[in-house]
Nanobody
Framework: VQLQASGGGSAQAGDSLRLSCTTA?????????IGWFRQAPGKEREWVSC????????NYADSVRGRFTISRDNAKNTVYLQMNSLKPEDTAVYYC????????????????????WGQGTQVTVSS
């Protein structure tokens, strides 16, 4: 499964960006749970959000809940991460990842649960 993350860029605090995670494989849309992670310089990769392939149920890290919204369009094999009210501490490289949906959402915050990773897209938020 190949994942392509895009949509990163530079923004001011309070602005919005939308990230996309797309795969060319038709099965991915309905067979895989997709997660977003981010990694800031000198820090561990941290989980941001994930979405179920079955019913679209989302999960969010406390640091982004209420500001970020994850969604998926299975017909387009794309998962989106709408990021609103951006803060400088959101600055990081954002990665999308996929794991088989049978693992459920219980482990979706664990990066070791994911089998496939995209290449990352840089998000820089200035104050």
């Amino acid at each position: 499964v190949q994942l392509q993350a895009s949509g990163g860029g530079s923004a001011q605090a309070g602005d919005s960006l939308r990230l996309s995670c797309t795969t060319a494989e038709r099965r991915t849309g309905s067979s895989y749970t997709i997660g977003w992670f981010r990694q800031a310089p000198g820090k561990e990769r941290e989980w941001v959000s994930c979405i179920s392939s079955r019913d679209g149920s989302p999960n969010y890290a406390d640091s982004v809940r209420g500001r970020f919204t994850i969604s998926r369009d299975n017909a387009k094999n794309t998962v989106y991460l709408q990021m609103n009210s951006l803060k400088p501490e959101d600055t990081a490289v954002y990665y999308c990842a996929a794991m088989p949906s049978y693992r459920g959402l219980v482990y979706c915050s664990d990066k070791d649960s994911y089998d496939y990773w995209g290449q990352g897209t840089q998000v820089t938020v200035s104050s």
